[in-house]
């Protein structure tokens, strides 16, 4: 059986559309940075910063969550995630 996952989207993340598969033959989810338009978020060369997503979920126990960057991103803006894949736990709160 598939879960099911409850997605709350915060304030900040209004009219964002919600992770999706955007292929038929994709496997995983695309998640978009919940920044507003009128304050975007502009790093400097070697910058790091923790993008929101707008989202709040809890992962069922026995699962996991990843976070991975589009390596089309990754090699045309050099934009990545430091820790690769990004783990989320079943436990985890914040």
């Known amino acids: 059986m598939t879960p ?3 997605v709350v989207q915060l304030s900040h993340a209004q009219g964002l559309p919600l992770p999706a598969y955007e ?7 695309d998640l978009r940075a ?3 338009d009128d304050a975007p978020l ?5 910058a790091r910063a923790m993008v ?5 979920f809890a992962v069922p126990p026995g699962f996991e969550a990843q ?5 089309g991103l990754a090699a045309k803006a050099g934009i990545t995630c430091l ?11 914040g």
């Not at 292929?23 to 989810?29: D, E, I, K, S, V």
């Not at 976070?67 to 390596?71: D, G, K």
């Open 4 to 6: 099911t996952i409850p």
């Open 23 to 29: 292929t038929a033959l994709a496997a995983g989810m």
């Open 34 to 36: 919940a920044v507003a």
């Open 42 to 46: 502009t790093l400097a060369p070697m």
């Open 52 to 56: 929101p997503t707008g989202l709040s």
């Open 67 to 71: 976070v991975r960057p589009r390596s």
């Open 83 to 93: 820790n690769t894949p990004g783990t989320i736990d079943a436990d985890y709160r």
